[in-house]
């Protein structure tokens, strides 16, 4: 499986209200119509403290995050070069000042219960640091990380996002300075509380612990999900 996420920034003479509406509305439907898409989701932007984590933040301003699944990269490819695309290019200037798109190759590492009931959403953009290489990066995200992260008390899910490619405003391709980011982490718990929680224990004590030996920025957001297909 591939998904690709839009990190988005709203048009600067548009209220955040009308920014959701128009995302949900009228881009959503354009999106449902890609082939070979298997699921849609659009995750809005309602928090954008760094909650309960001590850790550099970067200098993201970001208003939603869209996720869209294909079976493999060449489905992503048939889609994009489909006839149902150039109505989603066409309609992105009607509320979008700036999009990047981080191609991800997903790790599930603790999945959500389909019965697990209402429960609110953290993502976490995440810069390497600069004396870490794209390889180390990977092997101990997806290695001893990932292991400490999956001990957090309270935890009711957790997906480690790999970019494995990135593009702006939908240019074919971008270099990793214009799409400065190595990792998108999507957490889930059943409250902020929870949430809260999880940080303070000693499991959290360990991955940040780690986290410092890699990872120069982790900009955390929590979203509210709407699923599209």
Known sequence: MIVRMGIMKRKADMSLEGFREHWRSVHGPLGAKLPGLRRYHQNHVADTSQLAIDHA????????????????????????????????????????????IAVCQPNVVVPVSPDAGPLIKRMSILKRRPDIDAERFRKEWFGFHAEAVSRFPNLMGYTQNLVVGRSVNLEDSASYEQVPIDGIVEMWFRNTDDLQAAFRSPAATVSQTHALDFLAEITTFLVETHRIV
């Open 57 to 100: 933040r970067g200098e993201w301003d970001v208003d939603g995050f869209s996720q869209l699944w294909f079976d493999d990269q060449d489905a992503m490819r048939l889609a994009i070069s489909s006839p149902a695309f150039p109505a989603t290019v066409t309609d992105i200037p009607n509320f979008v000042d700036s999009i990047k």
